[in-house]
């Protein structure tokens, strides 16, 4: 990190150094969000399941020139069809039948907002999906649109030809919450928290860990460095030994020195 006209910048280097410094910490936060994710994604949020049908709706023609041009109104009326599967004319009797059928604690609103329809372009079949919090509610509900939807085309618009194509099977298989999703966006926020602290530490963290800040940011001389020793170190072990052997010796000249000497007889 360097300083230049009161701007803070950052090279490479020295953030791939903080990185490096607490990379297990920030490992650790990864695995943090993971396991906070996944849990959620078990014990907080209520799995879903989804179910859909097929219909063709089309009218009878006897000859090619007539089938074209009803099939072409078919593929206008599609948006109709759509529109009218959503409404209370269709929901109001399936509602009333799954009530019966599956004991269905939802409201008309909430069995709107549960089902979608669509189709592919240029396509006469209309696709109903259906998701709910119960698998075989969710097939349940769709067939019984399907069933409903059959009856009243047929008066509400002189369509005379309504196909199930394939009824609603039950999908045991959930479509959200998607684990996978969570799971990522879980490391995903774990390794952000784990950078965040690591650079927050960093720079907070007043302690000068190099003599060039003190000669090149402040100005100052650099005269010596004083080493501290941790007790608990090697080399703090080895510096008592040396500073033993030093008194040892100094005592056996003090010894030397102070013993007189005899005189032969």
Same mark, same amino acid.
């Given at each position: 990190? +360097?300083? /230049? !006209?009161?701007? @803070?910048?950052?090279? #490479?280097?020295?953030?791939? &150094?903080?990185?490096? =410094? %607490?990379?297990?910490?920030?490992?650790?936060?990864?695995?943090?969000?993971?396991?906070?994710?996944?849990?959620?994604?078990?014990?907080?949020?209520?799995?879903?399941?989804?179910?859909?049908?097929?219909?063709?709706?089309?009218?009878?023609?006897?000859?090619?020139?007539?089938?074209?041009?009803?099939?072409?109104?078919?593929?206008?009326?599609?948006? +109709?069809? /759509? !529109?009218?599967? @959503?409404?209370?004319? #269709?929901?109001?009797?399936? &509602?009333?039948?799954? =009530? %019966?059928?599956?004991?269905?604690?939802?409201?008309?609103?909430?069995?709107?907002?549960?089902?979608?329809?669509?189709?592919?372009?240029?396509?006469?079949?209309?696709?109903?999906?259906?998701?709910?919090?119960?698998?075989?509610?969710?097939?349940?509900?769709?067939?019984?649109?399907?069933?409903?939807?059959?009856?009243?085309?047929?008066?509400?618009?002189?369509?005379?030809?309504?196909?199930?194509?394939?009824?609603?099977?039950?999908?045991?298989?959930?479509?959200?919450? %998607?684990?996978?999703?969570?799971?990522?966006?879980?490391?995903?926020?774990?390794?952000?928290?784990?950078?965040?602290?690591?650079?927050?530490?960093?720079?907070?963290?007043?302690?000068?860990?190099?003599?060039?800040?003190?000669?090149?940011?402040?100005?100052?001389?650099?005269?010596?460095?004083?080493?501290?020793?941790?007790?608990?170190?090697?080399?703090?072990?080895?510096?008592?030994?040396?500073?033993?052997?030093?008194?040892?010796?100094?005592?056996?000249?003090?010894?030397?020195?102070?013993?007189?000497?005899?005189?032969?007889?």
């Amino acid at each position: 990190m +360097t300083k /230049k !006209d009161e701007t @803070t910048l950052l090279d #490479i280097g020295y953030v791939l &150094l903080i990185l490096k =410094k %607490n990379i297990i910490s920030i490992f650790i936060w990864a695995i943090v969000g993971l396991v906070a994710s996944l849990g959620i994604v078990f014990f907080f949020i209520e799995p879903k399941y989804s179910s859909s049908i097929d219909i063709l709706v089309n009218q009878k023609a006897n000859n090619a020139q007539v089938q074209y041009a009803t099939q072409q109104a078919d593929l206008q009326a599609i948006n +109709t069809y /759509k !529109d009218v599967l @959503t409404k209370p004319i #269709i929901l109001t009797p399936v &509602l009333k039948e799954i =009530k %019966n059928t599956d004991n269905y604690q939802g409201n008309l609103n909430s069995l709107a907002k549960s089902i979608k329809v669509s189709n592919q372009t240029n396509s006469q079949v209309v696709t109903v999906t259906v998701t709910d919090k119960n698998a075989y509610v969710a097939a349940d509900i769709a067939n019984t649109v399907g069933k409903v939807f059959a009856k009243k085309v047929k008066k509400m618009m002189q369509v005379d030809n309504v196909t199930i194509v394939s009824d609603a099977k039950v999908n045991s298989r959930p479509v959200s919450p %998607n684990k996978k999703l969570f799971a990522l966006a879980g490391v995903v926020l774990g390794l952000f928290i784990g950078v965040a602290i690591a650079f927050i530490k960093e720079f907070t963290d007043k302690t000068i860990k190099d003599s060039s800040f003190l000669t090149d940011e402040l100005g100052l001389t650099n005269i010596g460095s004083v080493y501290h020793l941790d007790i608990n170190e090697d080399d703090y072990g080895a510096v008592k030994v040396i500073d033993r052997n030093k008194i040892s010796k100094n005592n056996s000249a003090e010894e030397k020195i102070s013993t007189p000497r005899r005189r032969r007889v």
